[in-house]
Structure formats: structure tokens, C-alpha cells
């Protein structure tokens, strides 16, 4: 970067750094515009295990192989058969043939990214469970495709809970998956919510400047180009000190409320504009509602207060997040740098958002922001010194700019979630019938591989036996979900099409992407500190009707 | 051993696909002719196109190859470039800069034996009607509105209500990150393209006047660079987005500009970004988008079961939320709809800004449209006398131009379709 060159020398000369970036950045640009550096770090350095080498197992494969994946094991002892070789795009056709399902699988994945580790295991899944099972522990993610539920539960037992299981299970044109956590928490959930910009509650030196300026007296030019922050905070600052002239001492705090009052406000700030075409008036009047939107913490922020109470994290070593997630509730508490308003408010945004106005009056403003910011993140830093955790100065950083918008998901164990809870199942089955009816038809699917190779004649009627084993007797399986449900499964038990295995690859891909990077939100179970609108954790796909829920 | 593979279908090959053609489903038509009649249409005699090899393409081209498709075409005018390395997965760094329909045919026939895709290396537009004709299906895979708007005009245009073969399917897909859509047009059937083209985002336009004089943003300044400052500097010069040094020369302009007006944020990658509206693009998403694109083409294809109704929207961004509906036609649409579009305005509007108007609306978008009415020519882009000559109409309002209730006509040069208006006046 050049910025520190002076305006002459920046645009006569050629000789500054370019900048551009080098060949690994232009490869992955596309992508880096969503998870930045950190999440390629984080993909980069993370280990994957995927069995056995279905198309859908290298369909997933290929959609981490692309973006970076540092390294991943696919480990299957079959060889290859005339049907792998039709449906899997990663084999070479009939050539690969009786060769050995990873070892020509890796060879076509390893082929679209030289970055990558891969590296093809042809042992049997059960005999590394038997020997050899610590092993498996040492990778981030362990990806099954269409396992059955006995292999399915050693497997769950070794992993839970540091290594995260994703179950796969598909036929024909039905599919689900599900990934087994404890609890998985996110800085940067991309929120499309912004920071508040505490209209409601200038700190004082916004209510300083804002006060200060000399509305009717200033230069028109200037006039036109105040933000609309500015103009919100000025005139909801003189409405209080009516109301408080009016009605006493105490009110001078509120904001309109009534859709009169609120009427009134906005032709107070129509008022405030000295020519009629002022843009900046204008926003500002569309804005207003920011005056009695009161700045609040959300729920789900304030939740986590619970979750990680600053007491735990004084007695043991504390995580990095939770020493964060507790100085926040400190802050919260107490918040010296906003004297007026010292509780309920998380730390304030450093940043604005694109409004009318001058440049000099955006950076002016932009300057009383990032100063407050600086202040509150004193106040922030030395309760979390108290929390005995160490924390870089970026993360720390990062925390602040998300902290409206953190995320603390749940998951649940494998054990429990074959195939769910029986009150859970029996509400799914009349809440979400379809999507409920799918996961039911596709958990006796894998139940009955189990045991043994299911009779396609009397298949249906079998799953509809297996299924009830899952449910409280008596509980009536939904009409018409699942005979559709059960039928598509009976049509096609073992078909793994290559459509709805490019489907799930995308899908199972973008998750476990998700979880590595510790970025955006994954599939869940519901938010760990609260047990409200519980989920089974499922996402199920029809790719009959096209559509995907979550269960 | 390629020989005792004459027709490639070793046993087994498809294994996994005809538990799906050997039988009916629960929600499959009646019509369904399951066993080797299905199987021969899909594999001898179907004839599918694919417009783009890019992001969609080759995943899509992989997809139809493996589902059974035997006669693919594929159409793309782009060539390979090393950002395309992270999702478009039949492309490796020694094919950077070759054409993309070349490269990803051939690798699909060498990848999957028995298949013929034939690439075309050029634009949509080359191709007449009789061309289109000759498919069963076509699958879009574009990041360009325009291109999807001539297409879907086209597919529309060539139905013949004698002739039922003239309907021609079209699935269309399209991503933006973790978002992306699919969908099954029927060509006067259901709702086409045009018919939702106002569910697309607005792009980001910045006002000249903030970019000249009050700048805020990074992106701001970048846009004073490639805007005004190159066009100062340079004169005619064209400026080329894959130019790295032309890259590098508008960051170093717009990093100086923003330095003078203290806002913080231009880097080479931002700049890069803003000048090429680049959208990020990942696999994953291509791959599902892709695969639902090719499950419908193959529904369709078989009857095997129910496609599609019509819309089928991806949201990855929170979990993994999706929403499928039926978009309904729009009886005034200019392309599928009889109807013509109502517009009401004041009296005083000029033709001029009509015009603007037209471009603007979200629903019409139409970019440099020639205007008559079934009597007078309005204002006409081409060839230059008669632009000349319609040109002082501008300026003129439009109730002196054509009465209240009357109908305006309008053209694109870009677009195989004409839009009528009825003007009345407020």
C-alpha cells in the first residue's frame, strides 16, 4: 500500500508498489471477497476424512479440493465397479475398473489443485475402528456417505466431541445430512444486520458537535452536507429538552412514541431545512425511525451473557471466546465511556455506512465514532484482562465489530439424533410432514442396511416397520408424506444419482466450509443458550419438488 | 480394450441412474415409458444445449454427461482466466487464456466415455433459429442479464403453436456467493425470463456528483479514477479490467485521492473489484445450482418424475434456507405476455426522459431503445440520418408528441423483442 506518498508523487510516478496480487491470491479471489485470508488460512490448515468413495463422498471432496482444502483422506478398500465407474466423474471411466475405488478417486480430485494434500487409504473403516482409532481423532471433520448405523456409532463415540461428524445419507432423489458438534461458535456470522449507530443514545461527544453547530446561521453549502446522524441526534435532542421544559425532569430521556408524536418529528426535521431540495434532510426524515428504534442488545447476544457467566470463567481457563463473551457482558453492565447511558449497550461501531454529505463533514464524523470506539475498547480490554485470557489485538478487533451479530450454535450427538428424540420426531411429523417423512425414510433405510440386504418387493412395507420402531406406538405416519416419502426410497434404495450427489456435495461442502472457517452460520440444532425452537439438526433434500428444509 | 467398449456401455454403467428409468415413482406421470424406450431418447436421441461453460458450465457439462445426455453443445465466448481456476473444475492453469467451450468439451469426452459435446467459441447471438431448433433443452448457465433476455426472447420466439417440438425447455441457473437460484421456463407456458426481471438487484450506481466532489467511500475515489481520471489522462485509450497495469494505474490514482480526503480502504483488490463488478463465486454453490439445473434437464428429459414448478431459490448464507415457488407469468411481459405495459405520466415529460425512465425501471430495463408509434417514428437510434432527424424530438413533451391512451413502441438493438406502451397522462 502506498497511502503514505504524497498526492504528486502518487499520481506522476509509476514506481509505487502495484499491489497486485500474486498468483495463489488471483486463484482464489473469488472466493477471498467472502472469506477473506482468515477463513483461506483456516481452510488451508484443516484436515478432512471422507468415506467410502461414493460420488457423492468425491462430489464433496471436489468443492473443498477447489477452494483449498489443506488436507483430506479418502479411505475405502472396495475396487472399482462397472456402476462406479458410470456414476463417479472422478474415476477414469471403464479404466479404473477393478482398480481401487480411493486410490483412482484421489488420483482425479488431486488433479484440480496442487495445493492440496490428498491422500487415498484403501483399509476397511471397521478395522481402523478396531485398531488404530485414535488416528481418526486427529482430523477436523470426518465426512460419511450412506453408512450404516452400527459402523455409524462407533465412529460417533471415538469423535464426539472434537472432531466434527457429518453424516450423509442418500437414494434416488432424496438426501440428508446432518453434522454432529457440541457447540460451534462464530465471530463473523456475515450478518446483513448492521451495528447500531446509537441515534437514540449519543455518546457525548456527538452530542457535543452535534449541539455546537449553528443550524440557521452556517453556511448554506455546509448546511446541505451534515449527516443525517447529526441532524437525528440534533433534533431528537431538542425535542427531549421540550418535553422535559413540558412534562419534568425525568422525560428526558424518551423519544416519540405515538404515531402522532412521530408525525410531528418528522415535519421537525422537514423544518430543520433551510432549502427544499436538502438530500440530507431528506435521509434523514426516512431515517427516523432510528430515534425510537431504541438501541438494545439482542436477545441472542444477551443469551450468551448466561452461557458464559463471568464467574466460570475465572475459576478455570476460560476459552479465548468465552473471556470475550464475558468482558462483553461487563461492558455491558458498565460502561464508563458513555457516561449518560453506562448500561445496555454493546460497544459502538467504528464504522458508517455510505450517507449524503461532504467529505469533510463524513470524516469529521466518521473521526467521533472511531474516537469513541477506541474508548469503549479501553473499557472492553480491561475487563477482559481481567478474564485471565489472552487475546490478540485483531481478534479482539474482529469481536467488537461483530459483537451485535455473534453466533453460538448447537449440535447434537450422533447417538441422540438416530434418527431424533420420539416427542421431537412426532412434532416434526406434523410440523414439517415432508421434510419429517424424508429424514424418517432415509434413518430405516440405513437401519435395514444394518441388518441386511433389504428386498426391493417388500421394501416400502419394511420401511414403514422400521420407521414406526422409531416413533411412540401408535403414532400415525403422515398421509400422503410418507408414501411418497417411502416410495421414491423403494424405487431407487441404492442409487446414488449423480445430480443429487453434485447436490449434496455442494450443500455438505458449504457447511463443513462453514465450520472451518468459523465463519457465516451452519445447519444447527438451535442456539446454545436456549433451548427454545429446539431442532433435530437435519437438512433434508427433495429432488423431486426441488425443495431443501431444515429439521 | 476400447474397442470391446464400442458403445462405452460396459455393464453396470448405469446401475445407479435406471433404478430410476426401470420404474415409476410416487409422483411420477403417467406418461412415463419406463425401460428401454426412456433409455434410448435419453441416450441416442436427446439433444441438449449449454450456454456458458464458466462456473455453471462445467459442473453442468459434467452432470448431464454422467446422467446419460450423449449430444451435448456447449456455447461460450470466454476464455480462461486464473480466477476461474477456485470453482470452474474441467480448467487447469495450462489452459489459461484458451477458450473455455474448447477446453471443457474435451475434457468431458475424455473424461466419460461416449459422449460428443460439440463446443461453439463465440457468442449466443451468432446463431439463428434454425440452430436452437435442433435441441430438446436448453440449460443456462450465465452471469450476464443481457445474454439470459436474448436467449429467453429467442426460445419464446420460436414456438409454433402447429408445431410442438418448438417448445424448447429452457432451465436456467445463476449464483452470487452463497446464493443462487434454478429455474424451468416453459416458453409461453410459464413465466420466462423477462417476466421477473424486476427480482433482480439493483447494481450499485454511484452519482457523479459524489464522485467528483464529495467522495466518502473507497469506492468512491476508485470510481473517480476509472470514470474521470482515466478517461483525462488516457483520451481514447480503452481501458482493459484484465490489464493488471491498467488495474495497478487506477489503484495508485484512486489510493492518492483517497489519501487527499482521508478515507481509508483502497486496496488493489477492491479496486479491482469495483472496476470489473466482480461477484464472488464458489464451487459449492455452482455445484448445487448446477445439479439441481441438470436434475430438472433430466426429469424433463425422462418423465421419470415431477420437474420443477418453477422457481427454486438457495440462500446459504444462515443455515441453509431455500424457497421454492411458482413465479407467476405476467400478462403485460414483452416478451411472453399479450398485454402491453401501462405507464403513467405527467404531460410535461420529455421524450428524453421517457427514456431514462425506461432504462431505470426495474421491470423494463431497456438500454438504448429506438421509440415510434404505429404512425411516427419518435426518436430512432439508427442509421444516422434518421437519428439526426428524430433527435430534436427529445426534447419535445410527450403531449406533443401522441395523444392520452396512446401507443408507444419500443426497440433495443440488443433484444429480439419490442415492448408497447400505453401512455396516458396524469
Given at each position: 500500500m502506498n497511502d503514505s506518498q504524497p498526492i504528486e508523487a502518487a499520481t506522476t510516478s509509476i514506481q509505487v508498489p502495484s499491489g497486485a496480487p500474486d498468483a495463489k491470491t488471483r486463484r482464489y479471489d473469488r472466493q477471498l471477497r467472502l472469506w477473506a485470508a482468515s477463513g483461506q488460512a483456516a481452510l488451508e490448515s484443516a484436515r478432512v476424512l471422507v468415506f467410502p468413495a461414493t460420488a457423492t463422498a468425491?462430489?464433496?471432496?471436489?468443492?473443498?479440493?477447489?477452494?483449498?482444502?489443506?488436507?483430506?483422506?479418502?479411505?475405502?478398500?472396495?475396487?472399482?465397479?462397472?456402476?462406479?465407474?458410470?456414476?463417479?466423474?472422478?474415476?477414469?471411466?471403464?479404466?479404473?475398473?477393478?482398480?481401487?475405488?480411493?486410490?483412482?478417486?484421489?488420483?482425479?480430485?488431486?488433479?484440480?489443485?496442487?495445493?492440496?494434500?490428498?491422500?487415498?487409504?484403501?483399509?476397511?473403516?471397521?478395522?481402523?475402528?478396531?485398531?488404530?482409532?485414535?488416528?481418526?481423532?486427529?482430523?477436523?471433520?470426518?465426512?460419511?456417505?450412506?453408512v450404516d448405523s452400527v459402523i455409524l456409532e462407533d465412529l460417533a463415540a471415538l469423535l464426539w466431541p472434537d472432531t466434527h461428524l457429518v453424516v450423509v445419507n442418500s437414494a434416488g432423489f432424496l438426501a440428508e445430512f446432518s453434522i454432529h458438534y457440541r457447540e460451534h461458535q462464530v465471530i463473523e456470522s456475515h450478518a446483513e444486520t448492521s451495528a447500531s449507530l446509537r441515534i437514540d443514545q449519543a455518546f457525548p461527544a456527538l452530542l457535543e458537535y452535534t449541539m455546537s453547530l449553528p443550524l440557521e446561521t452556517m453556511d448554506i453549502t455546509d448546511h446541505a452536507h451534515i449527516p443525517y446522524p447529526v441532524i437525528l441526534v440534533r433534533a431528537l435532542e431538542e425535542w427531549r429538552r421540550e418535553r422535559e421544559q413540558a412534562i419534568g425532569p425525568s422525560s428526558g430521556k424518551g423519544y416519540p412514541a405515538t404515531s402522532a408524536e412521530k408525525k410531528a418529528f418528522k415535519e421537525r426535521i422537514r423544518a430543520m431545512m433551510r432549502k427544499f431540495d436538502e438530500e440530507n434532510f431528506e435521509e434523514a426524515e426516512a431515517q427516523a425511525f432510528k430515534c425510537w428504534t431504541p438501541t438494545v442488545i439482542p436477545l441472542e447476544v444477551k443469551e450468551l451473557f448466561d452461557l458464559y457467566p463471568p464467574s466460570?470463567?475465572?475459576?478455570?481457563?476460560?476459552?479465548?471466546?468465552?473471556?470475550?463473551?464475558?468482558?462483553?457482558?461487563?461492558?455491558?453492565?458498565?460502561?464508563?465511556?458513555?457516561?449518560?447511558?453506562?448500561?445496555?449497550?454493546?460497544?459502538?461501531?467504528?464504522?458508517?455506512?455510505?450517507?449524503?454529505?461532504?467529505?469533510?463533514?463524513?470524516?469529521?464524523?466518521?473521526?467521533?465514532?472511531?474516537?469513541?470506539?477506541?474508548?469503549?475498547?479501553?473499557?472492553?480490554?480491561?475487563?477482559?484482562?481481567?478474564?485471565?485470557?489472552?487475546?490478540?489485538?485483531?481478534?479482539?478487533?474482529?469481536?467488537?465489530?461483530?459483537?451485535?451479530?455473534?453466533?453460538?450454535?448447537?449440535?447434537?450427538?450422533?447417538?441422540?439424533?438416530?434418527?431424533?428424540?420420539?416427542?421431537?420426531?412426532?412434532?416434526?411429523?406434523?410440523?414439517?410432514?415432508?421434510?419429517?417423512?424424508?429424514?424418517?425414510?432415509?434413518a430405516a433405510l440405513r437401519k435395514l442396511k444394518a441388518k441386511d440386504k433389504p428386498d426391493r418387493e417388500s421394501l416400502k412395507d419394511l420401511l414403514t416397520a422400521e420407521a414406526q420402531t422409531f416413533l411412540p406406538s401408535g403414532t400415525e405416519l403422515p398421509e400422503p408424506e410418507w408414501p411418497i416419502a417411502s416410495g421414491e426410497i423403494a424405487r431407487a434404495p441404492s442409487a446414488d444419482l449423480p445430480t443429487t450427489a453434485a447436490f449434496l456435495g455442494g450443500l455438505v461442502a458449504q457447511e463443513v466450509i462453514k465450520m472451518i472457517t468459523k465463519q457465516y452460520i451452519p445447519i444447527s440444532a438451535g442456539n446454545a443458550a436456549s433451548s427454545e425452537n429446539d431442532q433435530l439438526g437435519v437438512c433434508v433434500v427433495d429432488l423431486v419438488e426441488t425443495w431443501t428444509g431444515t429439521l | 480394450m476400447a474397442d470391446a467398449q464400442e458403445n462405452h456401455d460396459w455393464e453396470g454403467r448405469y446401475y445407479h441412474i435406471d433404478q430410476i428409468l426401470d420404474a415409476p415413482g410416487p409422483r411420477t406421470d403417467e406418461g412415463f415409458m419406463a425401460g428401454e424406450g426412456v433409455k434410448d431418447f435419453l441416450r441416442n436421441q436427446a439433444k441438449i444445449l449449454v450456454i456458458g461453460a464458466g462456473g455453471l458450465g462445467c459442473e453442468i457439462l459434467a452432470n448431464l454427461a454422467l446422467s446419460g445426455f450423449k449430444d451435448i453443445?456447449?456455447?461460450?465466448?470466454?476464455?480462461?482466466?486464473?480466477?476461474?481456476?477456485?470453482?470452474?473444475?474441467?480448467?487447469?492453469?495450462?489452459?489459461?487464456?484458451?477458450?473455455?467451450?474448447?477446453?471443457?468439451a474435451e475434457f468431458i469426452m475424455n473424461r466419460v466415455p461416449g459422449i460428443k459435446v460439440t463446443p461453439y467459441f463465440g457468442k449466443i447471438q451468432d446463431k439463428d433459429n434454425d440452430y436452437y431448433l435442433q435441441f430438446?433443452?436448453?440449460?443456462?448457465?450465465?452471469?450476464?442479464?443481457?445474454?439470459?433476455?436474448?436467449?429467453?426472447?429467442?426460445?419464446?420466439?420460436?414456438?409454433?403453436?402447429?408445431?410442438?417440438?418448438?417448445?424448447?425447455?429452457?432451465?436456467?441457473?445463476?449464483?452470487?456467493?452463497?446464493?443462487?437460484?434454478?429455474?424451468?421456463?416453459?416458453?409461453?407456458?410459464?413465466?420466462?425470463?423477462?417476466?421477473?426481471?424486476?427480482?433482480?438487484?439493483?447494481?450499485?450506481?454511484?452519482?457523479?456528483c459524489t464522485i467528483a466532489n464529495t467522495p466518502r467511500l473507497p469506492e468512491h475515489c476508485i470510481e473517480?479514477?476509472?470514470?474521470?481520471?482515466?478517461?483525462?489522462?488516457?483520451?481514447?485509450?480503452?481501458?482493459?479490467?484484465?490489464?493488471?497495469?491498467?488495474?495497478?494505474?487506477?489503484?495508485?490514482?484512486?489510493?492518492?485521492?483517497?489519501?487527499?480526503?482521508?478515507?481509508?480502504?483502497?486496496?488493489?483488490?477492491?479496486?479491482?473489484?469495483?472496476?470489473?463488478?466482480?461477484?464472488?463465486?464458489?464451487?459449492?454453490?455452482?455445484?448445487?445450482?448446477?445439479?439441481?439445473?441438470?436434475?430438472?434437464?433430466?426429469?424433463?428429459a425422462t418423465s421419470s418424475a415431477a420437474y420443477l414448478n418453477n422457481y427454486f431459490m438457495l440462500i446459504g448464507i444462515e443455515g441453509v434456507y431455500s424457497y421454492t415457488f411458482e413465479h407467476e407469468k405476467k400478462s403485460n411481459c414483452p416478451v411472453c405476455g399479450g398485454d402491453s405495459v401501462s405507464l403513467s405520466i405527467k404531460p410535461d415529460m420529455t421524450l428524453e426522459e421517457l427514456i431514462d425512465l425506461l432504462t431505470e425501471r426495474q421491470d423494463i430495463q431497456i438500454k438504448n431503445p429506438s421509440l415510434s408509434t404505429p404512425t411516427k417514428q419518435l426518436y430512432l437510434r439508427a442509421p444516422p440520418q434518421l437519428e439526426e432527424a428524430t433527435r430534436p424530438n427529445l426534447f419535445k413533451t410527450m403531449s406533443s408528441l401522441i395523444p392520452d391512451g396512446g401507443e408507444v413502441t419500443v426497440t433495443a438493438g440488443t433484444l429480439p423483442f419490442s415492448l408497447s406502451l400505453d401512455i396516458s397522462y396524469t
Open positions: 468425491t462430489s464433496i471432496l471436489k468443492n473443498l479440493v477447489l477452494p483449498g482444502l489443506g488436507h483430506f483422506t479418502l479411505m475405502d478398500d472396495e475396487i472399482v465397479t462397472g456402476a462406479d465407474a458410470g456414476n463417479n466423474f472422478f474415476l477414469d471411466g471403464f479404466k479404473s475398473i477393478g482398480k481401487f475405488r480411493a486410490q483412482e478417486a484421489v488420483k482425479g480430485l488431486m488433479e484440480m489443485n496442487d495445493g492440496v494434500d490428498g491422500v487415498a487409504d484403501t483399509r476397511n473403516i471397521q478395522e481402523v475402528l478396531k485398531s488404530g482409532a485414535q488416528w481418526l481423532k486427529s482430523f477436523n471433520v470426518v465426512i460419511a456417505h450412506n466460570s470463567s475465572t475459576s478455570s481457563s476460560p476459552t479465548a471466546f468465552a473471556g470475550l463473551v464475558s468482558a462483553l457482558s461487563q461492558f455491558s453492565q458498565n460502561n464508563p465511556a458513555s457516561p449518560q447511558y453506562p448500561s445496555g449497550l454493546l460497544p459502538i461501531t467504528p464504522t458508517l455506512p455510505d450517507m449524503k454529505s461532504s467529505t469533510e463533514e463524513y470524516v469529521k464524523l466518521q473521526k467521533l465514532y472511531r474516537a469513541q470506539s477506541e474508548k469503549e475498547k479501553q473499557v472492553f480490554r480491561e475487563y477482559l484482562n481481567k478474564s485471565l485470557v489472552d487475546v490478540d489485538d485483531a481478534t479482539i478487533n474482529l469481536f467488537l465489530k461483530n459483537s451485535h451479530a455473534l453466533k453460538v450454535l448447537k449440535g447434537r450427538e450422533w447417538k441422540e439424533s438416530d434418527p431424533g428424540p420420539r416427542e421431537l420426531l412426532t412434532d416434526k411429523l406434523t410440523s414439517c410432514p415432508k421434510e419429517a417423512a424424508t429424514h424418517l425414510a432415509l | 453443445h456447449v456455447i461460450d465466448m470466454d476464455t480462461i482466466d486464473i480466477s476461474n481456476l477456485n470453482r470452474q473444475f474441467l480448467f487447469r492453469q495450462k489452459d489459461v487464456g484458451k477458450s473455455k467451450a474448447i477446453v471443457a430438446n433443452l436448453v440449460i443456462c448457465g450465465l452471469d450476464s442479464v443481457e445474454a439470459r433476455r436474448w436467449i429467453n426472447a429467442t426460445l419464446v420466439n420460436l414456438v409454433d403453436p402447429e408445431n410442438p417440438e418448438s417448445l424448447k425447455p429452457l432451465i436456467d441457473g445463476g449464483t452470487e456467493g452463497f446464493k443462487g437460484q434454478a429455474r424451468v421456463i416453459l416458453p409461453t407456458i410459464t413465466s420466462c425470463y423477462e417476466c421477473s426481471l424486476d427480482m433482480l438487484n439493483k447494481p450499485t450506481a454511484f452519482p457523479i473517480w479514477a476509472s470514470v474521470l481520471e482515466w478517461p483525462r489522462v488516457h483520451g481514447d485509450k480503452k481501458m482493459d479490467t484484465d490489464d493488471p497495469d491498467h488495474i495497478t494505474w487506477l489503484y495508485t490514482i484512486a489510493a492518492a485521492r483517497a489519501k487527499e480526503f482521508n478515507i481509508e480502504g483502497v486496496t488493489w483488490s477492491l479496486t479491482q473489484g469495483v472496476v470489473k463488478n466482480i461477484i464472488p463465486a464458489i464451487a459449492s454453490t455452482n455445484a448445487i445450482i448446477a445439479a439441481s439445473c441438470c436434475n430438472e434437464a433430466f426429469k424433463i
